[in-house]
């Protein structure tokens, strides 16, 4: 697992996916999520989960930059040694 701070400025992101799960938490403003198709509204303190492989992008209601702090959560795959 791994914290990471991004902002989203853009007013939509480009729709994206990763092989990880995610959990959004938002900081402040508010904004909209849309994932599989489906939007979700945030504001302040709400979060959201991304499923792994899930088609999503984000969306800022404002003129200003909205912070958040992401959650990410891959699988470590290790190899062994025959």
Known sequence: MRWCTRSIRER???IHRHSWDA???MVEG???TEVDGV???WKA???IHIPA????????DGDQA???????????ARGRSA
Do not use: C, K, M, Q
């Not at 909205?66 to 470590?76: K, Q, T």
């Open 30 to 32: 508010s904004g909209w």
């Open 39 to 41: 939007r979700y509204d």
């Open 12 to 14: 939509a992101t480009t």
């Open 53 to 60: 492989w899930s088609w999503h992008r984000h969306g800022n």
């Open 66 to 76: 909205r912070p958040l702090h992401e959650l990410l959560v891959r699988a470590h």
């Open 45 to 47: 303190w709400d979060a």
């Open 23 to 25: 959990i959004l938490f």
